[in-house]
């Protein structure tokens, strides 16, 4: 596998859910090929270039303007209360629509699979959210093809996750891709966390599948 360092944005937003992105922050942030070398450039953009307030009024500095969304290798869309004013949002619906077809993957945590969806993203897609929004998923979109039972949904250039901490199972998923299995290991080691690629759903009806 060649080793190319490769650019991570997560987008971040009032009332996101704080470990929706923090946790995909220290996965791809945390990674190292052998070499030593980060495997990830990782940055956190918020769509107006100011600072946001995340759930439970955590203040957090974006690294980024709006426009380097672009620029993004992986694009990491987290959930929270606050996708739900993003649903019907001209403005974040073309960054994000934009951001989406230029990067090799686009993530979604949690709900931020509301967002995915609401901007067509998902349309004959297999997808999972959190639990509790399953059925918002639905509505935004009866044509995805809902999984509730998968921790992480991989369509290819196109991934969701469930509820929360399964943004962290996504995120070494991805690192595994990009960087090989063994950082992926070596990562999850290093946050202690026990990661074993469990409950990924890879349905083969994505025609941008790679």
Partial sequence: MIQRKRRVAILIFDDVEVLDFAGPFEVFGVSRFASGDPAFDVSVVSLDGKPVRARNGLGVQPHSAPEDLAAADILVVPGGYGTRRLLSDPDARALVTSASQAAEATLSVCTGSLMLAAYGLLRGMAATTHVDAMDDLRALDPGIDDRPGARVVDNGR?????????????????????????VAIETARYIQYDWRERGVDRPDINPFRT
Wanted: proline content about 0%.
């Fill in 158 to 182: 196109l991934l969701t996750s469930a509820g929360v901490s399964a943004g962290i199972d996504a995120s070494l998923h991805l690192v595994s891709r990009f960087a090989g299995e063994g």
